[in-house]
């Protein structure tokens, strides 16, 4: 039987953040959350996506699946500077005549500059009322799909270089987090080769590479898993939270706040809620009793398309 399938393709920014999204991150032990579609600017940015990705904050690392890259993401993406920078900040130095004007660690130039250092990108195929049914070998399969991703991103943006690529099964749906450093070339000013992610990921280009991995991945999935699935047609809707505090000392809170939303699907608090024309049409938890994954909320919106006002 045919079924549609949600995809969701996140490219972290630093764009409208908001107080929201900083106390969730406070209070996250991982220190971030994509709610506020998170940069990562500085070597304390990478050092809390390695903590997030990685797990670094508990011992639950079984269902955590990385498939490029190493157990540390820091190195990895120093990793990526030293093979791509290291030539064109040797031949910048021999070109400049003072020693104040010398790059010598390029990684730290960047973190000292505020820029985007490294991009992270969240790739989702599938939401909770598809997988939540799903048994853990089935989820596993995903990891020839999201191996299939990676190698497509590979050939569409030779310009983006991945350091790391981890999957997360201890939440409602198998996702991947792509963490990678976008390349600028013949710069007019300093070295001949940078960093550069508004080059790489213009409005447009970011619009067609959706597309066409968006397109990819159910290909890819069809042809592990046997199946003649499509893909959903992504809808508008709105956001909608409520504060439950004073509803948890009560033994019936989960049945009060499914009545609130006329659901059934509320079984464990935290959770979120993505609520449109009077219902609810999904929601995300914990599979496990550690936090909400910092992601979950970004991809909510993005499967929804939702503009915020």
Request: net charge neutral; aromatic share 8%; with cysteine.
């Amino acid at each position: 039987m045919e079924q549609e399938l949600a995809y969701s393709f996140h490219l972290g920014s630093d764009k409208n953040k908001s107080k929201l999204a900083k106390k969730v991150a406070k209070d996250n032990l991982s220190g971030i959350t994509s709610l506020s579609n998170n940069a990562i600017q500085n070597a304390k940015d990478l050092s809390d996506v390695n903590k997030h990705n990685l797990r670094d904050y508990d011992n639950h690392r079984e269902l955590i699946r990385t498939i490029y890259g190493t157990n540390d993401i820091v190195n990895d993406v120093k990793q990526v500077y030293l093979d791509e920078f290291e030539s064109a900040r040797i031949e910048y130095n021999t070109k400049q005549n003072r020693d104040d004007r010398k790059i010598k660690n390029y990684f730290k130039k960047v973190c000292d500059s505020q820029n985007d250092i490294a991009c992270e990108i969240i790739i989702e195929l599938g939401d909770m009322d598809f997988w939540n049914d799903k048994d853990n070998e089935y989820r596993l399969k995903m990891i020839d799909v999201y191996n299939e991703q990676v190698k497509d991103l590979v050939k569409i943006v030779p310009t983006f270089k991945i350091a790391n690529a981890t999957i997360h099964f201890d939440e409602t749906s198998p996702h991947m987090h792509i963490v990678g450093v976008p390349i600028k070339y013949k710069s007019k000013n300093g070295m001949s080769k940078q960093v550069g992610k508004s080059d790489v990921f213009t409005k447009t280009k970011l619009i067609e590479l959706q597309d066409k991995m968006r397109t990819l991945c159910i290909a890819s999935f069809n042809k592990e898993y046997g199946l003649n699935n499509v893909l959903k047609t992504k809808q508008k809707g709105r956001n909608k939270d409520i504060n439950v505090k004073d509803m948890l000392n009560e033994d019936n809170y989960l049945t009060r706040l499914n009545n609130a939303f006329e659901t059934d699907k509320i079984t464990k608090v935290p959770v979120i809620l993505y609520y449109k024309d009077g219902k609810v049409v999904n929601i995300v938890h914990r599979n496990d009793n550690n936090v909400i994954n910092a992601g979950d909320f970004q991809k909510l919106l993005d499967i929804y398309e939702y503009q915020g006002q």
